[in-house]
């Protein structure tokens, strides 16, 4: 396994997708593998779908493997990105709607404040707007609905006027800049630094991922065969909130998870950013 990217709530993704030898998957969001690697080891065929040229490039290089298919390209896309390659109805389906270790600590995404680094988050390089557009882009009324909707922050409206004044004598430029002003704002308190939320929230809009989200899931239905199964693990708020309900509403689904399946205490430990995670299961009849 890619010591770079754990990936999150492995065993419960194969058991819950009920992997079977020489059946075809489509792992939506491949990323560096981890999920797909399991697949694999099974004796089953997939398709790794990514918007994320640069990691797809590390995969093949890490995984050449004739089982697998790799495709470039939006999950919101999935249905005539999938039937380019195949016309085989699909036995799962697997959403992970995080992003890698190796994505986070890599400078040239600017998505971590761990890592000082020029403020992008963009992670399709095929998009003209970035975090650094945003941040120094819009109003400040505008960003403090963005920290509001997408990371529920109480102190949004504060956080939105400090870069407001901060950018009046210069442009915002790197991640360790805005964690920092972000902090002076609202001082760390627990174990969560306080920019990590608006980090993620710039993330969300900057790669427009709910949107993309919501057009994605409808699309899984006519992919997948009977008895064919979709697992989606969410990291955000809003994230889980639409697969819950589109679940939940779509008439051709069984719910396999009343209730989201999330790491255990010794899957937090040894891989922190999991912390958040839930999986959703569902099974077409």
């Known amino acids: ?44 065929a997939v398709i790794g779908l990514d918007r994320d040229p640069q990691t797809l490039t590390r995969l093949a290089e890490a ?43 890599e400078p040239s995404y600017g998505l971590s404040f761990q890592v000082d680094a020029p403020l992008d988050m963009r992670l399709d390089p095929h998009l003209t707007v970035n975090a650094r557009d945003l941040v120094n882009g819009l109003s400040q009324k505008e960003l403090t609905h963005l920290f509001r ?17 901060k950018r009046r004598f210069a442009p915002i430029q790197r991640t360790g800049e805005l964690a920092e002003l972000i902090a002076s704002v609202n001082p760390r308190r627990g174990k969560l630094h306080p920019a990590t939320k608006v980090f993620q929230a710039l993330r969300l809009a900057v790669n427009h991922e709910l949107d993309h989200l919501t057009a994605a899931l409808p699309q899984t239905v006519d992919l997948l065969q ?17 697969v819950k309900q589109f679940m939940k509403h779509e008439s051709h689904f069984n719910i396999l998870t009343k209730k989201p399946i999330i790491p255990t205490a010794a899957e937090i430990a040894a891989n922190p950013p999991s912390r958040s995670a839930k999986l959703r299961l569902v099974e077409k009849l």
């Open 1 to 44: 396994m890619n010591p770079e990217h754990q990936p999150v709530l492995l065993e419960a993704v194969i058991t819950g997708l009920n992997v079977t030898p020489g059946q075809l998957y489509l792992d939506a969001t491949v990323g560096l593998g981890g999920h797909t690697q399991a697949i694999l080891k099974r004796g089953a």
């Open 63 to 105: 995984l050449p493997d004739p089982q697998l298919t790799l495709i470039e390209g939006n999950f919101s896309q999935m249905s005539d990105l999938v039937r380019q390659v195949t016309s085989q109805p699909l036995a799962g389906i697997l959403m992970d709607l995080g992003v890698s270790r190796y994505q986070l600590a």
């Open 149 to 165: 909707l997408y990371a529920n922050e109480p102190q949004a409206a504060a956080m939105a006027r400090a870069i407001g004044f």
């Open 226 to 242: 009977p008895h064919g199964r979709l697992a989606v693990i969410s990291f955000h708020e809003g994230e889980d909130r639409l």
